[in-house]
């Protein structure tokens, strides 16, 4: 039977759907919490209505990667729900919101300290790592996609929105044109072929904009 409270609020699955936290172009994401313990969680809502299949094809490949995936530097995946018109990605929820966010918030001039910095990094390389011993690469890291557990110095950093992501044996290459400009590696600028390898650039370019040692439309790629 439902509680007062499930019959006043949206209920998908198990999860109390609360505030809206985020949305993007095909997408709402909602701060929810367990019907029955209260876990908190954010859940992802899909319009199929509003997707293509390529975008469904990420989807379904996004929820097999978070699956196959458990570690403190990933955003954690619980489960999927479906109807007949949306799709909802139940996953871990992250009260700090995302770097982006942080480095305004609390940055000077738009940097963080060299300390804070450094410790975002270091799990932003831990989390690379799993990736790259997966033969998995991401494709659109930038700061909006790293995400913080807590909204101190202290953080979990966990690398999140895997959309875009695939898998690539070792050897093999990848020629898809795809990810956020400004924080795309000169290959797939360029329409080149490219490898995991690009994640480090890619990691080298969310560096130097934590820092704000440079400017990233300060690169020429020629």
């Known amino acids: 039977m439902a509680t007062a ?13 609360g505030p809206r936290i985020g949305s993007g172009s095909f997408a709402v994401v909602w701060r929810a919490r367990h019907r029955l313990h209260g876990h908190e969680v954010a859940v992802k809502e899909i319009d199929k209505k509003q997707v293509d299949s390529k975008v469904r094809d990420g989807l379904l490949k996004e929820i097999a990667i978070l699956r196959h995936i458990s570690h403190p530097n990933i955003v954690r995946f619980y489960e999927a729900v479906q109807t007949e018109d949306k799709i909802f990605l139940v996953l871990e929820y992250c009260a700090g919101g995302d770097v982006a966010g942080y480095i305004k918030r609390y940055g000077s001039y738009g940097r963080v300290s060299e300390g804070v910095a450094r410790h975002f990094m270091r799990q932003l390389a831990e989390g690379l790592k799993v990736l790259r011993e997966n033969n998995l690469i991401h494709r659109d ?4 996609n790293l995400l913080l557990s807590t909204s101190d110095e202290t953080a ?16 093999g290459l ?3 044109l795809c990810g956020s400009p400004l924080y795309m590696a000169p290959e797939i600028i360029q329409d080149r072929k490219y490898d995991a390898k690009i994640s480090l650039i890619d990691f080298f370019f969310i560096y130097i904009n934590s820092e704000d040692l440079l400017s990233r439309n300060s690169f020429s790629f020629s």
């Open 141 to 144: 890291l930038k700061p909006q």
């Open 5 to 17: 409270e499930e019959g006043r609020a949206r209920v998908v699955g198990d999860y109390i759907l």
């Open 174 to 176: 990848a020629d898809t």
């Open 156 to 171: 979990v950093l966990k690398i999140g929105d895997f959309g875009f992501a695939r898998y690539l044996m070792p050897q």
